[in-house]
Every structure is written in structure tokens, then in C-alpha cells.
């Protein structure tokens, strides 16, 4: 079966400091991937998604970037946060077939200070 | 941009009572999904329904969709505690061809009492 790992789960970081948020996909081969940020009480926001490695689409302009490194690896990066940047960080992935449903890791509660 | 826009915001009802949800959206779209996110955690995928069907069933809950009003609920029977959760709509659209993409709403945060 397939499964979605994010890390960290808690992330307190101080305002100009760089961020990496990492998630890996397990039991599927060539996924959809995507991070969205949900901002309190709000829905979600589609920050990027990738169809392939290296290939990577934003929807968002902003100070993070994403890359795929690897086929079941995507980070999400910044090199100086902004306090608008705290929120729930969820990565997703769809496969091929079902392209339409979504599959969500548990998620990354970042606060920035 | 948010396309769906879920209604109400926020439901309370009793365990044993049933939950509906609303949303509407404002594009032409492939498919809507409803989505549920227990606090702090992750969204867990509930039902799809294409645009070509009108209705679809799994275990408790119920999905209407209906095209032409540009709306979706959704009926949460018989419902428990543990059902307490937000609840999301999400409509696909179609990006690179195949690959799809969705747009969710704000959100109905539900409450069970029991």
C-alpha cells in the first residue's frame, strides 16, 4: 500500500531563516505531487505540484520553491521566512490513473517568530 | 483562488442526527470531491463524483451534484462522535491533459455531540 511521509511534524523557526520541509512517498512509482498550505481556518492553498523530476509548477508567487529531486521526493525550500509564511504545510500526491483523488501526508505546523 | 465555497461554515448537531453539507462552485469542472481533516492532521479523501453522475452513495454518506446550479452536497447520516471534523469540497480541473488539479473551499467545520 502507499504511503506519505512529512517531516518535521512541528517546525518553529525565526524570521530570515532558511526552511526545508521534506516528503516522500512510499508504494507507487512516478506520482503526482503537490504542497498546499492551509492557513488557520482556511482551506487550502495550492503552492506547487510536480508531474515528474525536476519538473515543477508554481501557482503561487512567492519566497518558497520547490524541487523534486528524486521520483518520490519532493521539498519545499525557502532561504529567508517571513512571518506570513507560518501555517499547515500538506503534501499530497495523485497517481497516474486516478489523477483526480489526492492523497495527503500528515502535515508540517510551521510557525515563524 | 478559491472556486468552492462551502456552507454553512460551521454545524453542530446531536449523535444519531444527520449532517449536511453545501458547496457551490463557480467553474465548468471534471469531478468534485469532498475531503475531511480531523484537527492538525492531514485531509483524508471521502467520495468522487464526476460531472457526468448526479448522485453516489458510500457507507454513510451521500453525494448530490448538481451541474446546472453549480452546487454539491453532502449528507453525513446517522452521524457520531467521531465524525467530528472540517469537511472540504475540492473541484478538479484539467491541467497538462490528464494531469488533474484541484481547488478546494474554506471548509464546514462539524461538531457531534454525543
Known amino acids: 500500500s502507499q504511503t506519505i511521509h512529512q517531516w518535521p511534524a512541528t517546525l518553529v523557526q525565526p524570521v530570515g531563516s532558511p526552511l526545508s520541509l521534506e516528503c516522500t512517498v512510499e508504494?507507487?512509482?512516478?506520482?503526482?505531487l503537490y504542497w498546499y498550505r492551509q492557513a488557520a481556518g482556511r482551506g487550502l492553498q495550492l503552492l506547487f505540484y510536480?508531474?515528474?523530476?525536476?519538473?515543477i509548477s508554481s501557482e503561487v508567487p512567492q519566497n518558497l520553491s520547490a524541487s523534486r529531486p528524486q521520483d518520490r521526493q519532493f521539498i519545499l525550500s525557502s532561504k529567508k521566512l517571513l512571518l506570513s509564511d507560518s501555517g499547515f504545510y500538506l503534501c499530497?500526491?495523485?497517481?497516474?490513473?486516478?489523477?483526480?483523488?489526492?492523497?495527503f501526508g500528515p502535515g508540517t505546523r510551521l510557525t515563524v517568530t | 483562488s478559491q472556486q468552492g465555497e462551502e456552507d454553512p461554515q460551521a454545524l453542530s448537531i446531536q449523535e444519531g442526527e444527520n449532517a449536511t453539507m453545501n458547496c457551490s462552485y463557480k467553474?465548468?469542472?471534471?469531478?468534485l470531491q469532498w475531503y475531511r481533516q480531523n484537527s492538525g492532521r492531514g485531509l483524508v479523501h471521502l467520495i468522487l463524483?464526476?460531472?457526468?453522475?448526479r448522485e453516489k452513495h458510500s457507507g454513510r454518506l451521500r453525494v448530490t451534484l448538481d451541474t446546472s446550479k453549480k452546487s454539491s452536497s453532502l449528507l453525513i447520516t446517522a452521524s457520531r462522535a467521531a465524525d467530528t471534523a472540517s469537511y472540504f469540497c475540492a473541484t478538479g480541473r484539467l491541467l497538462w491533459g490528464s494531469q488533474g488539479n484541484l481547488i478546494f473551499g474554506k471548509g464546514t467545520k462539524l461538531s457531534v455531540k454525543p
Open positions: 467553474t465548468s469542472i471534471n469531478n
Open positions: 510536480s508531474v515528474g523530476i525536476g519538473q
Open positions: 463524483i464526476r460531472s457526468n453522475e
Open positions: 508504494g507507487t512509482s512516478n506520482p503526482n
Open positions: 499530497a500526491w495523485s497517481g497516474l490513473r486516478d489523477s483526480y483523488e489526492q492523497y
